[in-house]
C-alpha cells in the first residue's frame, strides 16, 4: 500500500471557496474527474438523477470516438469531506506523484470553474495545498474519522473539546450531511463512484462497525494524540 496523506486546501483569506450546492456538486465533480493520469473534460458531466447524486462520466463503460472504456487513476481517494471553506481529503498515489498530479488538476481546475461563475480573478485557493503523510498506525486508525467529524464544526464546533450533550443527534446529522464520503462509508449510497474505500473497508471491518467506532471515537477522543496530522 502507497503512503497515504491527509491532505486540506483552504480558500485565500479563509474565503468561501462552496457558495452554493451547485459549486459543492461541480467539486465533487472535480474529484471524480481529474482522477486520472490522461487529459479530461471538466466542461462536461451529468449526474444520474435528482435523488442518486452519483456521479456519471462519459468517458466510463463507453466506447466510440473521444470516449475511453476506463480511468487510470492517480490516486486512490480513501475519504473526503468538504466545508465551506477547505475541504479535506485521505488520498495514496497509484502513480508516481500521483498526489502532485491530482492536486494540480483538482485545484486548478476548480478554481477556473469558480473564478469564471463569479467573474473574479486571481487565487482561489491559500498558496499550495498541504498535505502530511499517515506513517503510524496510532495516526491513521483516527484520521477518517477526524475527516468525518469535520462537519460538526457547522453545529457543534464544541465536539473538538468532547462536550457534545447528544451525541445522537450528532450522528444524525453526519449521516444526512452530504458533502462527504461518510455516508459511502456507513453504507448508504452518494457518491460511491468518487472513492476507492475496499482498503478502509476492511481495515475498519465494514459499514456497520465504522458507524459504531465513529460514535465511539466522538465519544472519547483526544485530538492532541493526533494534532501532528489534522493540518489544522
Known amino acids: 500500500m502507497a503512503e497515504i496523506y491527509h491532505v486540506l486546501s483552504r480558500g485565500v483569506d479563509k474565503r468561501k471557496i462552496f457558495l452554493c450546492d ?25 449526474f444520474r438523477n435528482k435523488n442518486n447524486k452519483d456521479i456519471v462520466s462519459p468517458y466510463i463503460g463507453s466506447v466510440g470516438k473521444g470516449r475511453r472504456e476506463y480511468r487510470r487513476l492517480l490516486v486512490n481517494l480513501h475519504a473526503f469531506c468538504l466545508m465551506p471553506n477547505h475541504y479535506h481529503l485521505l488520498v495514496s498515489a497509484r502513480v508516481k506523484d500521483g498526489v502532485t498530479s491530482f492536486m494540480r488538476k483538482l485545484n486548478i481546475g476548480y478554481a477556473k470553474y469558480f473564478n469564471g461563475r463569479y467573474e473574479r ?16 498506525d496510532a495516526h491513521f486508525i483516527h484520521i477518517p474519522y477526524y475527516i468525518h ?22 450522528m444524525k446529522f453526519l449521516g444526512k450531511y452530504k458533502w462527504s464520503s461518510f455516508q459511502d462509508y456507513i453504507g448508504k449510497k452518494n457518491f460511491p463512484s468518487v472513492t476507492q474505500r475496499e482498503f478502509l473497508n ?25 494534532k501532528q496530522v489534522t493540518l489544522e
Do not use: C
Open 202 to 226: 476492511e481495515f475498519f471491518e465494514g459499514p456497520a462497525q465504522y458507524k459504531k467506532d465513529t460514535l465511539k471515537w466522538l465519544k472519547e477522543m483526544n485530538l492532541e494524540e493526533i
Open 121 to 136: 480573478t486571481g487565487a482561489l485557493f491559500e498558496g499550495r495545498y498541504k498535505s502530511v503523510p499517515i506513517q503510524s
Open 22 to 46: 451547485e459549486d459543492r456538486y461541480r467539486f465533487i465533480h472535480d474529484l471524480f474527474e481529474f482522477n486520472d493520469t490522461e487529459p479530461v473534460n471538466n466542461l462536461t458531466y451529468r
Open 149 to 170: 467529524l469535520n462537519p460538526l464544526d457547522l453545529i457543534m464546533p464544541e465536539w473538538r473539546k468532547r462536550e457534545i450533550s447528544d451525541s445522537k443527534e450528532a
